[in-house]
């Protein structure tokens, strides 16, 4: 693992940079929030997303992508992260178009790769089933009559499930769990759109005697527990970059105010018991650069321990970006809870995150039982 970006990714980065700072400020973010927009993102800056080919860096270049590999989505979703940057690529670039690169036969990758790579094409993976993190898929059943199968149960907490073209349902067959490909319109889907505190789109789907035809099946039938296992860590590396981009924000958003707060006729910056929770969060956030840089270089270089690495990135990043967002709503005292000021929705986002596959407390038992304890 190489703690120096190559030129590639260097180049990756300061394009992604200066897109977030010219096209998706924070002032983009409030935008969208407030304009009562119900998928809560922008179209417009999802196609110049594409356009800039962000959302194919999963993608094999056959189907219009860069098939950067997971590094690369990483540097984009940290610079993201920053600036709260709402759009599909977390659902869609990550979990929707690596399903469907490893499992999906010629004619899947055909129709639906493409179609991501160019900004036309959304998804969401509906995987939870409960209001805690659970790696297995239990309830949601999916039975074969004739050459169909009928899907009945309900999912939660689906990422972008509000507004996805296309939701990529895992159930439970008759001898292990299966993935299926359904458009948002087929009969038999409920959508129901929970708008989260951090204003992002996220919904529960009830299925009721949905009918999925043969060759929507994504997989094999029964055998897509490994590769739920795999994508779900990548997904959570993924994550864990977009994190530390919003840390690293809520970071120096802090730091400059504690260099123009006064106070007493000083800056607050000058009090010693805040230097030293500052240097705190600087030393928390070193940690985590390691460790989320390790997490997205393991799945390029093909490492035997991706599990255990993942786990400890997303508990890492989980842990410090709930302390950094804490610290600094509490250094900005009682205006960093109004709306004026940033660093609010950085707690926000910081809190909803954390949760996504999987809270800190999950990844620190499962980095536990993966090392032997």
Same mark, same amino acid.
């Given at each position: ?26 002032? +983009?973010? #409030? ?16 196609? *110049? ?82 209001? #805690? &993190? ?25 990422? =972008? ?28 889907? =409920? ?34 527990? =490994? ?44 009090? *010693?018991?805040?230097? &030293? ?22 799945? =390029? ?6 599990? #255990? ?12 970006? &709930? ?39 999950? +990844? ?10």
């Amino acid at each position: 693992m190489s703690l120096v970006l190559s030129e590639t990714a260097a180049f990756l980065q300061d394009q992604t940079q200066r897109f977030a700072r010219e096209k998706t400020p924070t002032s +983009h973010f #409030r935008s969208v929030r407030d304009s009562g927009n119900p998928e809560c993102f922008d179209r417009e800056i999802w196609k *110049q997303m594409a356009e800039q080919g962000l959302s194919g860096i999963l993608i094999p270049e056959e189907f219009g992508g860069s098939n950067f590999g997971l590094s690369g989505i990483g540097i984009v979703l940290q610079e993201l992260g920053r600036t709260l940057t709402p759009s599909p690529l977390f659902a869609t670039g990550v979990i929707g178009a690596s399903f469907i690169s490893k499992l999906g036969t010629d004619d899947q990758k055909s129709k639906y790769l493409p179609e991501i790579a160019n900004g036309n094409l959304t998804c969401c993976f509906a995987f939870e089933e409960g209001p #805690r &993190h659970k790696p297995t898929v239990s309830e949601v059943t999916a039975k074969k009559t004739g050459q169909n199968y009928i899907i009945n149960g309900k999912k939660t907490f689906v990422v =972008d499930g509000g507004f996805a073209d296309l939701i990529i349902i895992a159930a439970k067959t008759l001898k292990g769990s299966s993935l299926f490909l359904v458009d948002k319109n087929s009969k038999g889907i =409920d959508v129901n759109i929970a708008k989260m505190v951090d204003s992002r789109n996220s919904a529960n789907i009830v299925f009721t005697n949905l009918e999925v035809a043969a060759e929507n099946i994504l997989g094999e039938i029964d055998q897509a527990q =490994d590769t739920i296992e795999e994508i779900l860590d990548m997904s959570r590396a993924a994550l864990a970059a977009e994190m530390l981009g919003g840390a690293l924000e809520a970071f120096e958003i802090t730091i400059n105010y504690l260099k123009e707060r006064e106070q007493f006729g000083v800056k607050i910056g000058s009090f *010693q018991a805040l230097q &030293h929770r500052a240097a705190n969060m600087f030393t928390e956030l070193e940690l985590c650069k390691s460790c989320i840089l390790e997490s997205l270089s393991c799945f =390029d270089e093909k490492s035997n321990d991706i599990p #255990r690495i993942v786990s400890l990135a997303k508990a890492k990043i989980g842990e410090t970006f &709930h302390l950094i967002s804490n610290e600094g709503v509490q250094m900005h005292g009682g205006v960093g809870v109004t709306d004026e000021y940033d660093i609010g929705l950085y707690l926000k986002r910081a809190r909803v995150a954390e949760q996504i596959f999987g809270n800190s407390e999950f +990844h620190r038992n499962r980095y536990a039982e993966l090392t032997g304890y």
